[in-house]
């Protein structure tokens, strides 16, 4: 009993030293800004660092399928067009800011909920748009995490979460990693992803902070099923939104 005391005591204390904050921001800019020596950098991929050229395959489609075909089934037919969509960074200077928080020696990775099985097309996606984010990975061994709803590995710096909770994944990361950063700047879209990952690494005592990033949120409020339908019907050769319109008869 007073092993289990003690372990509580000591995991609330780590909690309160550990500092936390989570911030709004359009830019990456700010978080290149926040990335300083001895900090650790983990980047969203999907409306963080790259979007579809067109709307299908975006994240704002994937949420809308999701309401119709499942988890399960949104995520069987997205993947399905990530192998052939083609991506965009999602600012100008997006791919520019990475290599220079890398071009520093600070360690960034990717931590996304795509799973595993679009991993080759991912790298292909990033590549695409001049990001490489093995380049300051701090391990370059895959590493698989067993026992998890569905097979979440890091691979070439990336952690493919899947379904996975983020804040689990990148605290098991650290975890097998051995790795101790002074604090660990994370960025996504999704307020859901910044608060599992604060609510984690504050819970481990590590010093965090993260940005709830929205440079594409005006695309997202856009979004049209519509013509998502229709590039989806010409899949063999995917439409641009213009395109998509003017058959959709707009």
């Not at 000591?10 to 359009?26: D, H, K, P, V």
């Not at 069987?76 to 791919?95: D, F, I, M, N």
């Given at each position: 009993m007073k092993t289990t005391k003690l372990t509580v005591l000591?995991?609330?204390?780590?909690?309160?030293?550990?500092?936390?904050?989570?911030?709004?921001?359009?830019s990456l800019r700010d978080v290149a800004n926040a990335a300083t020596t001895g900090s650790f950098v983990a980047f969203d991929l999907d409306n963080t660092l790259i979007?579809?050229?067109?709307?299908?395959?975006?994240?704002?489609?994937?949420?809308?399928?999701?309401?119709?075909?499942?988890?399960?089934?949104?995520?069987?037919?997205?993947?399905?067009?990530?192998?052939?969509?083609?991506?965009?960074?999602?600012?100008?200077?997006?791919?520019?800011?990475?290599?220079?928080?890398?071009?520093?020696?600070?360690?960034v990775i990717g931590l996304t909920a795509r799973p595993l099985t679009v991993a080759e097309a991912t790298l292909q996606q990033l590549a695409s748009v001049g990001i490489d984010l093995s380049r300051t990975t701090p391990i370059f061994d895959d590493l698989a995490f067993p026992g998890h709803l569905e097979n979440a590995q890091y691979t070439q710096g990336i952690i493919f979460a899947g379904k996975n909770q983020k804040g689990d994944m990148i605290v098991r990361f650290l975890d097998r990693t051995g790795l101790h950063p002074s604090v660990i700047v994370f960025a996504d879209d999704k307020p859901k992803h910044t608060a599992s990952?604060?609510?984690?690494?504050?819970?481990?005592?590590?010093?965090?902070?993260?940005?709830?990033?929205?440079?594409?949120?005006?695309?997202?409020?856009?979004?049209?099923?519509?013509?998502?339908?229709?590039?989806?019907?010409?899949?063999?050769?995917?439409?641009?939104?213009?395109?998509?319109?003017?058959?959709?008869n707009r």
């Open positions: 000591m995991a609330a204390a780590l909690a309160i030293t550990a500092q936390a904050t989570i911030r709004e921001t359009n979007e579809p050229i067109q709307t299908l395959g975006s994240d704002q489609w994937f949420e809308h399928i999701s309401k119709q075909l499942g988890i399960d089934g949104a995520i069987a037919l997205w993947s399905k067009v990530q192998l052939k969509t083609q991506v965009r960074p999602v600012e100008q200077t997006t791919s520019s800011i990475v290599r220079e928080i890398q071009d520093r020696g600070v360690p990952v604060d609510s984690a690494l504050t819970a481990k005592g590590i010093n965090n902070i993260e940005f709830r990033y929205g440079a594409a949120d005006e695309r997202v409020k856009a979004f049209d099923a519509e013509i998502a339908a229709v590039q989806l019907h010409y899949f063999d050769g995917i439409l641009d939104d213009e395109a998509a319109a003017t058959l959709s």
